[in-house]
């Protein structure tokens, strides 16, 4: 049975056996604190569209429930385990235990981050993530409750087909340079804590299936390239040679250095793992949350900003990289110093130089994420489908991309990264 055999047509669905009044029931009381709650009823719906969650099943849950006499509602989210799944995804959940890592992050990490934060008036109540409610796992699945983000006003940017604009982007190096600054601090205090994100899925020896799917986003992309003469001459041979070798050259971009500086990476870091909200009055986007911490690993912060910016900024955004930087920088040190550790500070031009050397990790994540980034929503395919060689199974590739891995490749040339 696949996955998607819990999943009806026309977007309604069946809901798994397990998600019954006694599962909502212990989540609220686990939440609330409180062992008197009911449950009365739940109303269950997809929370996400295909293609925009690719790691496991998102459901919302209308539940209703009385506390004493007083009756109430409320909205969550359910991020369950796909126990059905075969192939990559169910070998990654399975060898990666990415619920368990996603689950400590939620519980236990973000909580001291953000007590480490709220000290501070002008860092306090603000949140880089939804609200951790209840977690549970037994044979059946493994599941994390979550504040629905939408009822606060947030959701997914409109604009995937072209990635952010500056003003996103700028509110995404921000908020991922505090996530950073205050993980690093945290670590400073509590280095043990972090220790189940030392490991990486991409550092598992058994063969999962990550070669395949790399090398075959390589392969699609070599293949479209042929049809320009002017970049085949110049950069086709240097693809192949990557489509050999890519994942000792995925491992090599992400795998951590500890004589270097490392931080908190969220690990996954694109545009449908963010959730803005916006100004009533003026539209303008004001706040970002992050989404899906199922990768989330101590690396080099150079992950998650080549991630992000080579996966979902705008043709605009990507000409002012520099900016976006400098933004990241700027935050990130004067995060620590109010933190009161700046002796914590990255040396100037220290990012960049990681930047550099990870150049080749920009590459990748242009060749192996962009294009599923800035694909037509209407042709989403499976990510398992994504690993195959044959570009009538694979990613189509949408014209936005096209045009954007032009100027990159060029971009890339010069800076030496490819």
């Not at 395949?212 to 042929?226: D, T």
Request: overall charge negative; hydrophobic content about 40%.
């Amino acid at each position: 049975m696949n996955y998607k055999d819990i999943m009806a047509i026309n977007n309604e669905i069946c809901k798994p056996k397990w998600m019954s009044n006694t599962f909502f029931e212990s989540a609220l009381r686990s939440a609330e604190g409180d062992n008197t709650i009911i449950v009365i009823s739940n109303e269950v719906e997809a929370a996400t569209a295909p293609g925009d969650n690719y790691g496991s099943d998102m459901y919302r849950a209308v539940v209703k429930f009385r506390r004493g006499t007083e009756t109430e509602e409320i909205s969550i989210i359910i991020k369950a385990s796909r126990q059905m799944c075969e192939g990559l995804i169910a070998k990654l959940m399975s060898e990666g235990n990415l619920f368990h890592q996603e689950t400590a992050a939620f519980a236990i990490v973000f909580p001291a981050m953000y007590n480490l934060l709220n000290e501070l008036p002008s860092l306090s109540n603000q949140p880089f993530a939804a609200k951790y409610l209840y977690s549970h796992t037994d044979e059946t699945a493994s599941s994390i409750v979550l504040e629905d983000l939408k009822q606060s006003g947030f959701r997914l940017a409109n604009n995937r087909k072209s990635g952010l604009d500056l003003k996103h982007c700028l509110l995404v190096m921000k908020t991922i340079a505090r996530f950073h600054a205050a993980s690093l601090v945290q670590y400073q205090k509590d280095p043990a804590m972090f220790k189940p994100f030392m490991d990486t899925i991409y550092s598992i020896d058994k063969d999962i299936g990550l070669k395949e799917f790399l090398a075959g986003n390589v392969n699609i992309v070599a293949k479209e390239m042929e049809k320009w003469p002017e970049y085949k001459e110049k950069f086709l041979h240097k693809l192949h040679n990557i489509h050999d070798t890519v994942m000792e050259k995925w491992r090599l971009a992400v795998t951590r250095n500890d004589e270097e500086f490392n931080v908190l990476c969220h690990g996954d870091l694109w545009l449908n793992n963010m959730m803005f909200r916006y100004s009533d009055d003026t539209g303008e986007v004001e706040e970002v949350r992050f989404v899906d911490f199922q990768v989330t690993y101590w690396t080099s912060p150079a992950v998650d900003v080549h991630n992000f910016i080579h996966s979902s900024a705008s043709a605009e955004a990507l000409e002012h990289s520099e900016l976006l930087i400098q933004e990241y920088n700027n935050t990130l040190c004067e995060t620590l110093t109010l933190l009161k550790h700046p002796h914590l500070q990255p040396r100037i031009g220290l990012i960049n130089e990681y930047l550099d050397k990870r150049g080749l990790y920009a590459v990748l994540v242009t060749i192996v994420f962009r294009s599923a980034t800035l694909a037509d929503r209407s042709k989403v395919i499976e990510i398992e489908n994504m690993a195959q060689e044959n570009e009538n199974n694979g990613m189509k590739l949408s014209e936005e991309y096209k045009e954007s891995l032009k100027k990159l490749l060029l971009l890339f040339d010069a800076r030496g990264w490819i």
